[in-house]
């Protein structure tokens, strides 16, 4: 069995101001890395309670890193990329550590994707958040999402999507930046216990593919900034396609809606010629 655990920082126990996850310097977010690296062993002995022979591949899915190669345990840590573009070999994917959708009332830390740029994201006419997107790409592959711990909104968040999922809650959220957290020894035992069900469930827990091709992808920011950006970018592709071919793809199927929307189309989720395949 193999096994691809994908993690992030702002849903974990002790966390809930932007200040413990958004800075680049270690010493600042160190006390959550301490407790994402906890969460995240404890989902790797969960793992192996149920499936001693169990192979597992850790992602560090914080942008500025939120998981130390040293303190993951008996799993191997997979460096850069998107695994979840790629998930064959694959029997199921889990998360640990993540948080709810951008504009989730009372969800600390909420966000998609980027916390300072993103207003929502909606795909198909559904708000999706990190959670959906890639619980949909691994679907679309055949690969169920077995498993989520997070804050409370998260976990909710995930049974909309997948009602099958296990989860385990590691605080309840109050505010954007406020939460009411469980014990530490609590969270992990919960973390260890809920991923040993979830093994034992994955056959009952269907791959996610709630949200069917051709595919629509409604992105707003917080700034018009943002979209002229992308225009400006847009533009010089334009520009220099004949000799810059291969930059194409970055701005193929997308349209203008306001000076803080586009929306981007793609018939194939995991086509990486299309717009939509940069922002998942
Ligand atoms: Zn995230």
Redesign the pocket.
């Known amino acids: 069995m193999h096994l691809l655990v994908i993690t ?3 849903g974990v126990c002790g966390v809930d101001s932007f200040s413990q996850t958004r800075t680049g310097r270690e010493q600042r977010k160190g006390p959550a890395m301490d407790q994402l690296a906890r969460e995240v062993n404890a989902c790797i002995e969960g793992i192996h309670s149920a499936k001693p022979k169990a192979t597992v591949d850790v992602w560090d ?3 500025s890193g939120g998981l130390r190669e040293s303190d993951v345990g008996d799993a191997r840590y997979l460096e850069g990329g998107r695994p979840y573009f790629e998930m064959d070999g694959y029997d199921a994917m889990l998360f640990v550590g ?2 709810a959708m951008a504009g989730s009332p009372h969800a600390p830390l909420c ?1 998609t ?1 980027s ?1 300072l740029s993103i207003d929502y994201y909606k795909l198909n006419g559904t708000f999706v958040g ?1 959670f959906a997107c890639r619980a949909l790409l691994a679907g679309l592959q055949g690969v169920p999402t077995i498993f989520l711990s997070g804050d409370d909104k998260a976990t909710l968040e995930a049974r909309q999507f997948v009602p099958e999922i296990e989860t385990a809650v590691t605080k309840r959220g109050t505010g954007r930046e406020s939460a009411d957290h469980r014990d530490r020894e609590e969270v992990c035992a919960a973390i260890r216990d809920g991923v040993a069900v979830a093994i034992e469930r994955l056959d009952e827990i269907p791959p996610y593919s709630g949200l069917e091709p051709p595919y629509t992808l409604e992105v707003r920011y917080y700034e018009p900034y943002n979209v002229s950006k992308i225009d400006r970018i847009a533009g010089w592709i334009r520009k220099y396609l004949p000799i810059a071919g291969d930059l194409v793809p970055v701005s193929k199927g997308v349209t203008r809606i306001d000076a803080r929307t586009i929306r981007i189309t793609a018939d194939d989720l995991l086509d990486t010629d299309s717009g939509l395949y940069h922002r998942l």
């Open positions: 992030d920082l702002e899915g914080h942008g993540q948080h966000h994707y916390s990190e």
